[in-house]
């Protein structure tokens, strides 16, 4: 099984970057013989700058084909003169992806937390497989370790699996690519004559938009998962119900998140030593999150904006702890909402004069140059109603105990599969937005 897994995941990438293949097999070379050396060596000197060497490998690969064009432009931007040569550089697909979970591997056999995976096949099979590889969830090796040699698969299962990917398919055909079409169409207009409805309208679109295609994603990726017996972490937990940026953080692309505290916030410190150092801790990992996001300001500024607020919540949460002083629940929600709609603005458009521009449409009283009727749709209208109330407009507890009801699975599954695979045939408009990354 592992052998033809291993073979559909080759193809699977192959199909669709044929001549990054060889990237992706050297990674895992680089990661592979990196693990013989710190399972064979038991002086932790050697041992450590082995992890080192790795580690600079894994991220100078991605750093030269992710960043390299960002960091040219602006190193000439600030000496005011052309001193790196730029040059377009194709970002492979999914390298964001299949180097974090490389990176896991040879750290936490650093760390011992799992055994060295001899088998060079199998590790390939690990960072490789194709129904996570493209966008995540980010797998850890110790968590699948056991499961790469022994797991079950059983017909309860299997249609466990089934049913979890038809959901995501259902999540990002249907909805996600309805959103999209008029994002687009928003965001290609004279953003400082878009009025307030149309601005408001379209990030809350872009919104549901980039939650139902991630985690539609997700749950694809777990699906598939299941019908060959992987069980992945769940990667998201209904995120807009959270009433705060750290809340939000704990429900949105979760594997993203734990890899950073463990890997990242975790070794600078985290917050043992002292508050103003843990704000300074929480600061980078953001910021580092809003780069593994993408090579521009925009990203950047999107990441540090969720960490100084991350970080005020911190501060305010330590005083509030001391006064003992209860904060609404409905506040925050709305407090919540409104930082990732201004965040969204900056994570979708192009640049952060766009962006600005964008912000500037949301937050004056215009009515503006767009005719709404133009762009909102009965389709649109209907879906964006059920997109709310599936982001948590009615409760997770009501949702799962709708889902858990066998008749409603049946009913709805084949509905869905069925205006799935119609809506594919019928339109060839498909973007998912993780795949750059």
């Not at 979970?101 to 194709?130: E, H, M, T, W």
């Not at 968590?143 to 299997?158: L, P, T």
């Not at 109603?385 to 709708?402: F, M, R, T, Y």
Request: charged share 15%; glycine share 8%.
């Amino acid at each position: 099984m592992n052998l033809l897994l291993l073979f559909m995941s080759l193809l699977f990438y192959t199909f669709g970057e044929p001549k990054y293949i060889i990237l992706l097999l050297i990674t895992v070379a680089v990661n592979y013989f990196g693990g013989l050396l710190i399972g064979t060596w038991g002086e932790s000197n050697r041992k450590k700058a082995v992890l080192a060497a790795a580690v600079v490998l894994n991220l100078g690969i991605l750093g030269y084909f992710k960043y390299y064009a960002f960091a040219a432009e602006t190193w000439n931007l600030l000496m005011r003169k052309e001193i790196l040569s730029p040059r377009e550089i194709a970002l492979p697909v999914g390298i964001s992806f299949y180097t974090f979970q490389a990176l896991s591997y040879v750290i936490d056999l650093y760390r011992g937390k799992c055994g060295v995976q001899r088998s060079f096949y199998k590790l390939l099979l690990y960072i490789s497989f194709f129904p996570q590889l493209i966008a995540g969830p980010i797998v850890r090796y110790q968590s699948i370790e056991a499961q790469i040699d022994k797991r079950q698969v059983d017909f309860e299962k299997f249609s466990e699996g089934v049913a979890r990917f038809i959901t995501g398919l259902g999540k990002k055909v249907i909805l996600a690519n309805t959103f999209a079409e008029t994002v687009d169409r928003i965001f290609a207009m004279n953003l400082i004559e878009l009025g307030t409805f149309a601005a408001w309208y379209g990030i809350i679109l872009y919104a549901m938009q980039i939650y139902f295609d991630f985690s539609g994603y997700s749950d694809m990726a777990v699906g598939m998962g299941k019908m060959f017996g992987f069980d992945f972490q769940e990667n998201f937990r209904m995120p807009y119900c959270a009433v705060s940026i750290r809340e939000f953080w704990r429900r949105w692309h979760i594997s993203l998140s734990e890899w950073f505290k463990e890997y990242v916030y975790i070794p600078l410190g985290g917050s043992r030593r002292g508050l103003s150092r843990t704000c300074v801790n929480l600061f980078i990992v953001f910021l580092v999150t809003g780069l593994w996001h993408g090579a521009g300001w925009n990203f950047i500024v999107w990441g540090m904006l969720h960490g100084v607020c991350i970080i005020l919540e911190r501060l305010v949460g330590e005083k509030r702890q001391k006064q003992s002083q209860s904060f609404p629940r409905f506040l925050g929600h709305g407090y919540c909402l409104l930082v990732v709609l201004v965040a969204w603005v900056f994570f979708r458009a192009e640049t952060l004069t766009e962006s600005f521009a964008y912000l500037s449409s949301m937050f004056r009283i215009s009515s503006g140059n767009v005719d709404a009727a133009e762009l909102f749709s009965r389709k649109l209208i209907v879906l964006s109603a059920v997109g709310a109330l599936l982001c948590g407009a009615v409760p997770e507890p009501v949702q799962k105990n709708i889902w858990n009801q066998s008749w409603f699975r049946g009913l709805a599954l084949p509905c869905v599969m069925v205006l799935c695979l119609i809506l594919l045939a019928a339109d060839s408009y498909n973007p998912f937005i993780y795949f750059r990354f």
